[in-house]
Protein backbone atom coordinates (compact mmCIF):
# COMPACT_ATOMS: atom_id res chain seq x y z
CA UNK A 1 0.00 0.00 0.00
CA UNK A 2 1.24 3.33 -0.59
CA UNK A 3 1.75 5.79 2.00
CA UNK A 4 -0.49 8.41 0.81
CA UNK A 5 -3.24 5.72 0.54
CA UNK A 6 -1.87 4.52 4.29
CA UNK A 7 -3.06 7.90 5.71
CA UNK A 8 -5.79 8.32 3.71
CA UNK A 9 -7.62 5.44 5.20
CA UNK A 10 -5.75 6.10 8.69
CA UNK A 11 -7.46 9.35 8.62
CA UNK A 12 -10.89 7.56 7.91
CA UNK A 13 -10.79 5.62 10.83
CA UNK A 14 -9.58 8.01 13.25
CA UNK A 15 -12.77 10.17 12.13
CA UNK A 16 -14.78 7.22 12.24
CA UNK A 17 -13.87 5.81 15.54
CA UNK A 18 -14.47 9.84 16.84
CA UNK A 19 -17.77 9.45 15.45
CA UNK A 20 -18.81 6.04 17.02
CA UNK A 21 -16.39 6.73 20.26
CA UNK A 22 -18.05 10.22 21.07
CA UNK A 23 -14.23 10.93 21.19
CA UNK A 24 -13.16 14.46 20.08
CA UNK A 25 -9.50 13.35 19.99
CA UNK A 26 -8.98 10.64 16.97
CA UNK A 27 -11.71 12.69 14.96
CA UNK A 28 -9.04 15.70 15.67
CA UNK A 29 -6.14 13.72 14.44
CA UNK A 30 -8.29 12.35 11.22
CA UNK A 31 -9.19 15.72 10.49
CA UNK A 32 -5.86 17.07 10.73
CA UNK A 33 -4.20 14.23 8.27
CA UNK A 34 -7.16 14.94 5.85
CA UNK A 35 -6.13 18.89 5.25
CA UNK A 36 -2.38 18.03 5.68
CA UNK A 37 -2.90 16.01 2.42
CA UNK A 38 -3.84 17.83 -0.15
CA UNK A 39 -2.20 21.10 1.15
CA UNK A 40 1.39 18.83 0.73
CA UNK A 41 -0.42 17.80 -2.95
CA UNK A 42 -0.65 21.45 -3.91
CA UNK A 43 3.11 22.32 -3.27
CA UNK A 44 4.14 19.12 -4.48
CA UNK A 45 5.54 18.85 -7.84
CA UNK A 46 7.00 14.91 -9.55
CA UNK A 47 8.07 15.46 -12.85
CA UNK A 48 10.97 13.91 -14.49
CA UNK A 49 12.14 14.17 -18.14
CA UNK A 50 15.12 13.08 -20.36
CA UNK A 51 16.81 11.02 -22.88
CA UNK A 52 17.97 7.61 -23.58
CA UNK A 53 21.13 6.51 -25.86
CA UNK A 54 22.72 3.20 -26.25
CA UNK A 55 25.95 2.84 -27.95
CA UNK A 56 25.05 0.43 -30.78
CA UNK A 57 22.04 -1.32 -31.75
CA UNK A 58 23.35 -4.53 -33.47
CA UNK A 59 24.50 -6.55 -29.93
CA UNK A 60 26.16 -9.66 -29.20
CA UNK A 61 25.26 -12.34 -27.47
CA UNK A 62 26.21 -12.96 -23.79
CA UNK A 63 27.91 -9.49 -23.99
CA UNK A 64 26.73 -6.80 -21.51
CA UNK A 65 25.45 -3.29 -22.96
CA UNK A 66 25.34 0.38 -21.40
CA UNK A 67 22.54 2.24 -22.07
CA UNK A 68 23.02 5.87 -20.72
CA UNK A 69 19.86 7.89 -19.34
CA UNK A 70 20.27 11.31 -18.91
CA UNK A 71 17.53 12.81 -16.48
CA UNK A 72 16.26 16.12 -15.89
CA UNK A 73 14.07 17.19 -12.24
CA UNK A 74 11.48 19.64 -13.30
CA UNK A 75 9.87 19.13 -10.39
CA UNK A 76 10.74 19.07 -6.11
CA UNK A 77 13.33 16.78 -4.89
CA UNK A 78 12.41 13.17 -5.60
CA UNK A 79 13.79 9.93 -5.05
CA UNK A 80 13.87 7.61 -8.56
CA UNK A 81 14.11 3.96 -9.71
CA UNK A 82 14.78 3.02 -13.16
CA UNK A 83 12.79 0.13 -14.26
CA UNK A 84 13.40 -2.00 -18.09
CA UNK A 85 11.30 -5.01 -18.99
CA UNK A 86 12.93 -6.64 -22.12
CA UNK A 87 12.30 -10.47 -22.28
CA UNK A 88 15.34 -12.48 -23.53
CA UNK A 89 17.46 -9.89 -21.37
CA UNK A 90 19.58 -9.52 -18.33
CA UNK A 91 18.89 -6.57 -17.03
CA UNK A 92 20.53 -4.62 -14.28
CA UNK A 93 19.58 -1.38 -13.21
CA UNK A 94 20.83 1.16 -10.67
CA UNK A 95 19.87 1.23 -6.70
CA UNK A 96 17.69 4.55 -6.03
CA UNK A 97 19.02 7.89 -7.36
CA UNK A 98 18.06 11.39 -5.72
CA UNK A 99 17.85 14.10 -7.71
CA UNK A 100 17.22 18.01 -6.46
CA UNK A 101 14.88 20.45 -7.87
CA UNK A 102 16.35 20.85 -11.18
CA UNK A 103 18.88 18.67 -11.12
CA UNK A 104 20.35 16.82 -14.18
CA UNK A 105 22.16 13.86 -14.15
CA UNK A 106 23.85 10.91 -16.57
CA UNK A 107 22.27 7.28 -15.31
CA UNK A 108 23.62 3.90 -16.71
CA UNK A 109 22.41 0.32 -16.35
CA UNK A 110 23.16 -2.64 -18.35
CA UNK A 111 21.27 -4.96 -20.97
CA UNK A 112 22.53 -8.50 -21.53
CA UNK A 113 21.23 -10.85 -24.39
CA UNK A 114 20.41 -14.51 -23.85
CA UNK A 115 19.93 -15.27 -27.13
CA UNK A 116 20.68 -14.18 -30.89
CA UNK A 117 17.77 -12.94 -33.36
CA UNK A 118 15.59 -9.55 -33.48
CA UNK A 119 14.26 -7.67 -30.63
CA UNK A 120 12.43 -3.97 -29.58
CA UNK A 121 13.91 -2.01 -26.49
CA UNK A 122 10.76 -0.26 -25.19
CA UNK A 123 11.05 3.13 -23.24
CA UNK A 124 12.77 3.21 -20.42
CA UNK A 125 10.29 3.40 -17.12
CA UNK A 126 11.34 6.06 -14.10
CA UNK A 127 9.65 6.05 -10.97
CA UNK A 128 9.84 9.30 -9.23
CA UNK A 129 8.82 9.56 -5.28
CA UNK A 130 8.86 13.19 -3.68
CA UNK A 131 10.48 13.35 -0.72
CA UNK A 132 7.90 12.95 1.86
CA UNK A 133 6.91 9.40 -0.16
CA UNK A 134 3.38 10.44 -0.54
CA UNK A 135 3.18 11.17 -4.28
CA UNK A 136 4.61 8.99 -6.80
CA UNK A 137 5.03 9.56 -11.27
CA UNK A 138 6.01 6.99 -13.43
CA UNK A 139 7.71 8.41 -16.65
CA UNK A 140 8.98 6.96 -19.96
CA UNK A 141 12.13 8.02 -21.33
CA UNK A 142 13.06 7.11 -24.85
CA UNK A 143 11.51 5.85 -27.79
CA UNK A 144 11.33 2.21 -28.81
CA UNK A 145 14.54 0.68 -30.10
CA UNK A 146 15.33 -2.13 -32.71
CA UNK A 147 18.02 -4.56 -31.49
CA UNK A 148 19.96 -7.09 -33.62
CA UNK A 149 21.70 -10.05 -31.60
CA UNK A 150 24.48 -11.83 -33.29
CA UNK A 151 26.48 -14.72 -32.03
CA UNK A 152 29.17 -13.55 -30.01
CA UNK A 153 32.90 -13.91 -31.55
CA UNK A 154 34.29 -14.58 -28.22
CA UNK A 155 31.89 -17.71 -28.14
CA UNK A 156 33.36 -18.66 -31.11
CA UNK A 157 36.88 -18.73 -30.10
CA UNK A 158 36.27 -20.57 -26.88
CA UNK A 159 34.63 -23.44 -29.09
CA UNK A 160 37.23 -23.49 -31.07
CA UNK A 161 39.70 -24.32 -27.40
CA UNK A 162 36.93 -27.45 -26.89
CA UNK A 163 37.63 -30.69 -27.66
CA UNK A 164 37.32 -32.13 -30.70
CA UNK A 165 34.89 -33.83 -31.93
CA UNK A 166 36.63 -38.01 -32.52
CA UNK A 167 34.01 -39.12 -34.24
CA UNK A 168 34.42 -36.97 -36.88
CA UNK A 169 38.43 -37.00 -37.10
CA UNK A 170 37.72 -40.72 -37.32
CA UNK A 171 35.15 -40.06 -39.98
CA UNK A 172 37.75 -38.48 -42.11
CA UNK A 173 40.26 -40.24 -41.88
CA UNK A 174 37.84 -43.04 -43.17
CA UNK A 175 36.91 -40.54 -46.06
CA UNK A 176 40.39 -38.70 -47.11
CA UNK A 177 39.37 -35.03 -48.79
CA UNK A 178 42.46 -33.95 -48.96
CA UNK A 179 44.17 -32.83 -52.42
CA UNK A 180 41.87 -35.08 -53.97
CA UNK A 181 40.61 -34.63 -57.55
CA UNK A 182 37.75 -34.65 -59.80
CA UNK A 183 34.91 -31.99 -58.94
CA UNK A 184 36.06 -29.99 -62.50
CA UNK A 185 38.10 -29.95 -65.33
CA UNK A 186 40.65 -26.75 -64.66
CA UNK A 187 41.90 -26.82 -68.28
CA UNK A 188 43.13 -28.67 -70.88
CA UNK A 189 47.19 -28.78 -72.04
CA UNK A 190 49.18 -30.58 -73.77
CA UNK A 191 50.70 -34.33 -73.10
CA UNK A 192 54.24 -34.01 -70.83
CA UNK A 193 56.45 -36.73 -69.58
CA UNK A 194 55.19 -38.42 -66.84
CA UNK A 195 51.68 -37.39 -67.41
CA UNK A 196 48.92 -40.52 -66.46
CA UNK A 197 47.90 -41.97 -69.71
CA UNK A 198 44.45 -41.99 -67.81
CA UNK A 199 44.28 -38.05 -67.66
CA UNK A 200 44.17 -37.85 -71.73
CA UNK A 201 41.40 -36.34 -73.37
CA UNK A 202 40.82 -38.89 -76.61
CA UNK A 203 38.31 -36.30 -78.15
CA UNK A 204 40.25 -33.14 -77.99
CA UNK A 205 43.53 -34.71 -78.63
CA UNK A 206 41.99 -35.85 -82.31
CA UNK A 207 40.52 -32.47 -82.70
CA UNK A 208 44.06 -30.61 -82.72
CA UNK A 209 46.40 -33.69 -84.06
CA UNK A 210 48.31 -33.77 -80.20
CA UNK A 211 48.01 -35.77 -77.39
CA UNK A 212 45.78 -33.19 -74.86
CA UNK A 213 45.28 -34.07 -71.31
CA UNK A 214 42.67 -32.77 -68.63
CA UNK A 215 44.24 -31.05 -65.54
CA UNK A 216 41.54 -31.29 -62.50
CA UNK A 217 40.58 -29.01 -60.29
CA UNK A 218 41.97 -30.66 -56.67
CA UNK A 219 39.63 -30.20 -53.44
CA UNK A 220 41.25 -28.46 -51.78
CA UNK A 221 40.47 -25.44 -54.45
CA UNK A 222 37.22 -25.71 -54.17
CA UNK A 223 34.54 -23.21 -52.45
CA UNK A 224 33.39 -24.42 -49.38
CA UNK A 225 29.36 -23.65 -48.71
CA UNK A 226 28.20 -23.78 -45.05
CA UNK A 227 24.47 -24.93 -45.05
CA UNK A 228 22.63 -23.98 -42.41
CA UNK A 229 19.15 -25.46 -41.23
CA UNK A 230 16.98 -22.71 -39.68
CA UNK A 231 13.70 -24.38 -40.10
CA UNK A 232 11.06 -24.48 -37.27
CA UNK A 233 12.47 -27.72 -35.16
CA UNK A 234 15.54 -26.34 -35.49
CA UNK A 235 14.31 -23.50 -33.55
CA UNK A 236 12.52 -25.71 -31.44
CA UNK A 237 14.01 -26.20 -27.50
CA UNK A 238 13.03 -25.47 -23.69
CA UNK A 239 15.93 -23.39 -22.97
CA UNK A 240 18.47 -23.55 -25.96
CA UNK A 241 17.94 -24.66 -29.40
CA UNK A 242 19.70 -26.41 -31.98
CA UNK A 243 19.80 -22.77 -34.26
CA UNK A 244 22.48 -21.72 -31.76
CA UNK A 245 24.44 -24.54 -31.77
CA UNK A 246 24.41 -25.12 -35.38
CA UNK A 247 25.12 -20.86 -35.88
CA UNK A 248 28.19 -21.36 -33.31
CA UNK A 249 29.60 -24.33 -35.14
CA UNK A 250 28.56 -22.70 -38.82
CA UNK A 251 30.77 -19.81 -37.52
CA UNK A 252 33.97 -21.81 -36.26
CA UNK A 253 33.87 -23.85 -38.95
CA UNK A 254 33.69 -20.37 -41.21
CA UNK A 255 36.76 -19.06 -39.26
CA UNK A 256 38.89 -22.05 -40.00
CA UNK A 257 38.01 -22.67 -43.17
CA UNK A 258 38.48 -18.96 -44.74
CA UNK A 259 42.41 -19.12 -43.58
CA UNK A 260 42.87 -21.22 -46.72
CA UNK A 261 39.73 -21.37 -48.80
CA UNK A 262 37.21 -19.01 -50.69
CA UNK A 263 33.84 -19.50 -47.88
CA UNK A 264 29.88 -19.04 -48.63
CA UNK A 265 26.90 -19.94 -46.63
CA UNK A 266 23.10 -20.39 -47.05
CA UNK A 267 21.00 -20.35 -44.30
CA UNK A 268 17.29 -22.22 -45.51
CA UNK A 269 14.16 -22.63 -43.85
CA UNK A 270 11.12 -23.87 -45.09
CA UNK A 271 10.33 -21.78 -47.87
CA UNK A 272 13.66 -20.15 -49.18
CA UNK A 273 17.04 -19.65 -48.30
CA UNK A 274 19.42 -16.68 -47.82
CA UNK A 275 22.65 -16.67 -49.89
CA UNK A 276 25.92 -15.20 -49.29
CA UNK A 277 28.58 -16.01 -52.00
CA UNK A 278 31.56 -17.54 -51.16
CA UNK A 279 34.71 -15.23 -50.31
CA UNK A 280 37.63 -14.65 -48.40
CA UNK A 281 39.46 -12.32 -45.32
CA UNK A 282 37.77 -10.73 -42.25
CA UNK A 283 34.84 -9.02 -44.03
CA UNK A 284 33.94 -11.85 -44.90
CA UNK A 285 33.28 -14.16 -41.49
CA UNK A 286 31.44 -10.50 -40.12
CA UNK A 287 29.26 -10.74 -43.00
CA UNK A 288 27.79 -14.49 -41.77
CA UNK A 289 27.75 -13.41 -38.38
CA UNK A 290 25.70 -10.41 -38.87
CA UNK A 291 23.38 -12.50 -40.87
CA UNK A 292 23.20 -15.32 -38.19
CA UNK A 293 21.01 -13.85 -35.31
CA UNK A 294 18.63 -16.36 -35.75
CA UNK A 295 15.97 -16.52 -32.75
CA UNK A 296 14.64 -19.76 -31.79
CA UNK A 297 11.15 -20.23 -30.23
CA UNK A 298 10.09 -21.77 -27.31
CA UNK A 299 8.58 -24.83 -27.87
CA UNK A 300 9.69 -29.84 -27.37
CA UNK A 301 11.35 -31.00 -30.28
CA UNK A 302 9.80 -33.35 -32.70
CA UNK A 303 11.55 -36.92 -31.99
CA UNK A 304 10.28 -38.53 -34.97
CA UNK A 305 13.11 -39.51 -37.53
CA UNK A 306 10.53 -41.24 -40.51
CA UNK A 307 11.76 -41.18 -44.08
CA UNK A 308 9.57 -42.79 -46.99
CA UNK A 309 12.00 -42.43 -49.91
CA UNK A 310 13.93 -44.48 -51.62
CA UNK A 311 16.14 -43.48 -55.00
CA UNK A 312 18.35 -45.60 -57.15
CA UNK A 313 21.06 -43.42 -59.57
CA UNK A 314 18.42 -43.66 -62.22
CA UNK A 315 15.78 -41.88 -60.06
CA UNK A 316 18.14 -39.26 -58.99
CA UNK A 317 18.78 -38.49 -62.25
CA UNK A 318 15.28 -38.45 -63.16
CA UNK A 319 14.00 -36.23 -60.76
CA UNK A 320 17.40 -33.89 -61.78
CA UNK A 321 15.77 -33.63 -65.00
CA UNK A 322 11.88 -32.99 -63.90
CA UNK A 323 12.58 -31.09 -60.65
CA UNK A 324 15.74 -29.04 -61.59
CA UNK A 325 16.66 -26.90 -58.89
CA UNK A 326 15.86 -23.58 -60.00
CA UNK A 327 15.17 -20.49 -58.23
CA UNK A 328 12.19 -19.51 -56.81
CA UNK A 329 10.50 -22.96 -58.37
CA UNK A 330 6.84 -23.14 -57.14
CA UNK A 331 6.97 -25.33 -53.88
CA UNK A 332 10.44 -25.75 -53.46
CA UNK A 333 12.13 -25.43 -49.88
CA UNK A 334 14.65 -23.46 -48.99
CA UNK A 335 17.47 -26.20 -49.03
CA UNK A 336 16.28 -26.83 -53.00
CA UNK A 337 16.73 -22.99 -53.75
CA UNK A 338 19.97 -22.52 -52.04
CA UNK A 339 21.48 -25.53 -53.64
CA UNK A 340 20.28 -23.66 -56.92
CA UNK A 341 22.35 -20.18 -56.40
CA UNK A 342 25.82 -22.66 -56.31
CA UNK A 343 27.07 -22.57 -59.88
CA UNK A 344 30.40 -24.21 -59.87
CA UNK A 345 30.96 -27.60 -57.92
CA UNK A 346 31.79 -26.76 -54.35
CA UNK A 347 32.28 -29.10 -51.20
CA UNK A 348 28.93 -28.32 -49.14
CA UNK A 349 28.34 -28.57 -45.39
CA UNK A 350 25.50 -29.54 -44.16
CA UNK A 351 24.69 -28.59 -40.58
CA UNK A 352 20.95 -30.12 -40.34
CA UNK A 353 19.19 -31.92 -37.70
CA UNK A 354 17.51 -34.54 -40.45
CA UNK A 355 14.19 -33.52 -39.00
CA UNK A 356 12.87 -33.32 -42.34
CA UNK A 357 14.49 -36.48 -43.86
CA UNK A 358 13.07 -37.09 -46.83
CA UNK A 359 13.70 -33.44 -48.24
CA UNK A 360 16.97 -33.33 -47.27
CA UNK A 361 17.64 -37.01 -48.57
CA UNK A 362 16.22 -35.82 -52.24
CA UNK A 363 18.19 -32.49 -52.41
CA UNK A 364 21.56 -33.90 -51.34
CA UNK A 365 21.12 -37.22 -53.39
CA UNK A 366 20.70 -34.59 -56.64
CA UNK A 367 23.81 -32.39 -55.55
CA UNK A 368 26.51 -34.81 -55.07
CA UNK A 369 26.50 -35.68 -58.39
CA UNK A 370 28.11 -31.97 -58.54
CA UNK A 371 29.41 -31.44 -55.11
CA UNK A 372 31.10 -33.02 -52.27
CA UNK A 373 28.73 -33.24 -49.59
CA UNK A 374 29.32 -33.87 -45.89
CA UNK A 375 26.58 -33.45 -43.23
CA UNK A 376 27.05 -32.30 -39.48
CA UNK A 377 23.84 -33.31 -37.82
CA UNK A 378 23.06 -31.82 -34.10
CA UNK A 379 21.28 -35.43 -32.92
CA UNK A 380 17.29 -33.91 -31.16
CA UNK A 381 18.16 -36.43 -28.71
CA UNK A 382 20.81 -35.34 -27.32
CA UNK A 383 19.79 -31.80 -27.21
CA UNK A 384 16.66 -32.81 -25.08
CA UNK A 385 16.46 -30.28 -21.92
CA UNK A 386 12.96 -31.27 -20.44
CA UNK A 387 11.94 -32.63 -17.64
CA UNK A 388 12.82 -36.76 -17.51
CA UNK A 389 10.70 -39.16 -16.19
CA UNK A 390 10.16 -43.24 -16.77
CA UNK A 391 7.85 -42.46 -19.74
CA UNK A 392 10.16 -39.73 -21.59
CA UNK A 393 13.16 -42.15 -21.14
CA UNK A 394 11.20 -44.75 -23.29
CA UNK A 395 10.60 -42.27 -25.33
CA UNK A 396 14.24 -40.94 -25.92
CA UNK A 397 15.05 -44.50 -26.34
CA UNK A 398 13.22 -45.45 -29.23
CA UNK A 399 14.03 -42.08 -30.41
CA UNK A 400 17.54 -42.41 -30.44
CA UNK A 401 17.03 -46.29 -32.36
CA UNK A 402 15.09 -44.77 -35.00
CA UNK A 403 17.71 -41.61 -35.42
CA UNK A 404 20.77 -44.08 -35.39
CA UNK A 405 19.03 -46.16 -39.00
CA UNK A 406 18.22 -43.01 -40.26
CA UNK A 407 21.83 -41.44 -39.83
CA UNK A 408 22.84 -45.15 -41.58
CA UNK A 409 21.15 -44.66 -44.37
CA UNK A 410 22.63 -41.13 -44.93
CA UNK A 411 26.18 -42.44 -44.36
CA UNK A 412 25.39 -44.96 -47.47
CA UNK A 413 24.61 -41.65 -49.16
CA UNK A 414 27.58 -39.13 -47.68
CA UNK A 415 29.72 -38.82 -45.18
CA UNK A 416 26.78 -38.09 -42.13
CA UNK A 417 28.04 -36.85 -38.57
CA UNK A 418 25.87 -37.23 -35.52
CA UNK A 419 26.60 -34.31 -33.12
CA UNK A 420 26.04 -33.56 -29.56
CA UNK A 421 25.43 -29.86 -27.55
CA UNK A 422 29.78 -30.52 -26.59
CA UNK A 423 30.49 -31.40 -29.95
CA UNK A 424 32.40 -28.08 -31.58
CA UNK A 425 35.05 -28.97 -34.46
CA UNK A 426 38.58 -28.13 -35.09
CA UNK A 427 38.90 -31.51 -37.36
CA UNK A 428 37.70 -30.46 -40.18
CA UNK A 429 40.12 -27.62 -41.04
CA UNK A 430 42.90 -31.03 -41.61
CA UNK A 431 40.96 -32.71 -43.35
CA UNK A 432 39.33 -29.92 -46.07
Not at 207 to 219: C, D
Amino acid sequence: MKRQDFLVALSLMLLLEGYLGNNMTPAIAGLLIAVYLPMVRSKTVVLIEGERRIKDVRLEEGKPVEVKLRLRNLGGRSSLRVIQELEGFEVETPDRIELSPGEEREVYYTIKPLCKGEFELPPAEVLAEDERGLYTGKFEIGERIKLSVYPSVDFIKEAARMNENLRLAEAYRRNPLTGTEGLEIKELREFQHGDDFKRIDWKASMRLGELIVREMMREDEADVYIFVDNTVEMRKGIRRAKVDYAATLALQLAAILLKERHVGMVIYDELKAEFIRAGRGPGQLETMRRKLNLRWGRGEMSLRFNMSIRLSEKARGFLGKVFPLKKGRRGAKGIFEGLSLIKQPSVLILITDLSNPSDVYRAVAIAKDKHRVIILSPNPVLFYSGDLDRETLKRLYRAYTEREKLIRKFNALVPTIDLGPSDYIRELSRVM
